[in-house]
Structures are given as C-alpha cells and as structure tokens.
C-alpha cells in the first residue's frame, strides 16, 4: 500500500523539463512528499522532500498542489544521466512509523538524446 | 567510508543453505534500515534498527529471516534454508537519528546485495 499513484513510465528528451506527477489523495496533514530516485543496479537516493511549500534544491523543484493531494518533481534540464525510476512517498515527519519508506513501482524516466 | 557499504554485491547459493548479509552503515549514522527489492517490484520494508534493538521487525517475511546489529555500527541480515523466492536484490540505508530524534532524515542506501537462489 503505497498510498501514491504515478505513471509507470515517461520519456522527456535532453536539456528539457522533465515533469513526473504524483498523485496522494489520502496525505494526512503530518505526513510529508518525498522523493528519491534509482539508477539502475544502484540503491535508492534521495531529491528532495515537502510538506506545503513549494521546494527547490540543486537536483529538483517540488510543487505541491494547495490540497496536497498531488505534487509535481521537476528536473528542469534533464540529462542522460537522470535515467532512473523516480519514487513519490508519503511519510511521516517524526515520531512511530516515520522510519518507514514504502516504495510503489515509480515512474520509470528514460531522457532520450 | 563515506558512503554505506554492503557485501557481498552478488551471493549465488543452492536452495537450502544459509546466506549472511553485510551492511556497513555511514559512520556515525545510529539508525539502520533494511529492504528487499524482487524483480521489476518495488522496495519492501524488513527491519529498522535505533542502535542496536530492533523495533519494528514486522517486515522480515518469516521465521528464516533474522538481523542482528552489533556496536551500533555493523549490520547482518541472515537468510536460513534459502528458498527460491529469497532471490532478489537486499538494500540496507542508514540514517542519523532516526525516527524520533530529528524530523524528515534523508535515508543513504546502499548498492545492495544481488541474492540468487538456485
């Protein structure tokens, strides 16, 4: 039960805005979006991560919608090298549970040349 | 080390037997965590260490799955009398406080360890 929803794949070519959605209709008000991402046969690395506000950070922009039953990561130049499936979680901030990501399927990105 | 380090990358072992699995955290990192990635699937939860206790142990699949973490530092996953559905890729990642310590902590994974089952 990943409590997110995302496409299953996107393709977005070099040097373009890569958008990738996510939608979490049943967010509680204590629970944060975050993001991560894998390159292939690599763990898991964290982007970025918000609860209300827009964010930003060297690798990506959050946008979170007003009801923040939707975000939106955005890598604004995406290069080859962001080949990967990207992970939208909902999380607790602190306290039980909040050590427990659980991952969906992603959305696999592939950056065509 | 600078980053979390997980041996071996890759254990090929015949049903049956049992397999150990190394996590090294990053240094100073007291929260532990381990995860299982079967192919094409997502991660899957197994353990989460605060130092070295275990609270929530829920995710191990059964009774032949057991993780021990000794020194607040090292970490072991051991799989008994493997099955060939233990088969899949093992992830640790460590953090620095963990759940109740600081809020929103980034989790560092490892490059995970390739389990395949014969």
């Known amino acids: 039960d990943a409590k997110t929803t995302q496409p299953p794949s996107m393709d977005c070519a070099e040097g373009r805005a890569a958008n990738l959605p996510c939608n979490h209709s049943t967010i509680s008000g204590n629970e944060y979006v975050y993001w991560y991402r894998q390159i292939h046969s690599q763990g898991p690395q964290y982007i970025i991560h918000g609860l209300k506000n827009n964010e930003t950070n060297e690798m990506a922009s959050l946008i979170i919608t007003e009801d923040r039953k939707s975000s939106t990561l955005i890598l604004p130049h995406a290069t080859l090298r962001d080949t990967a499936v990207y992970y939208c979680?909902?999380?607790?901030?602190?306290?039980?549970?909040?050590?427990?990501?659980?991952f969906g399927k992603g959305t696999k990105l592939s950056v065509i040349p | 080390g600078a980053g979390v380090s997980q041996s071996p990358s890759n254990k090929v072992t015949e049903k049956g037997k049992d397999v150990e699995l190394r996590c090294d955290p990053i240094?100073?990192?007291?929260?532990l965590y381990w995860y299982r990635q079967s192919l094409g699937q997502g991660l899957e939860f197994l353990i989460y260490f605060q130092g070295n206790s275990a609270p929530d142990k829920s995710g191990l699949p059964s009774d032949r799955f057991s993780a021990e973490r000794t020194g607040g530092s090292v970490s072991t996953l051991t799989i008994q009398r493997t099955q060939q559905e233990d088969s899949a890729v093992y992830l640790c990642?460590?953090?620095?406080?963990?759940?109740?310590?600081?809020?929103?902590?980034?989790?560092?994974f490892g490059s995970g360890t390739q389990l395949s089952v014969l």
């Open positions: 990642a460590s953090s620095l406080r963990g759940e109740n310590k600081r809020t929103n902590e980034k989790l560092f």
């Open positions: 240094s100073g990192h007291t929260a």
């Open positions: 979680i909902v999380r607790v901030g602190r306290g039980a549970g909040s050590y427990q990501l659980t």
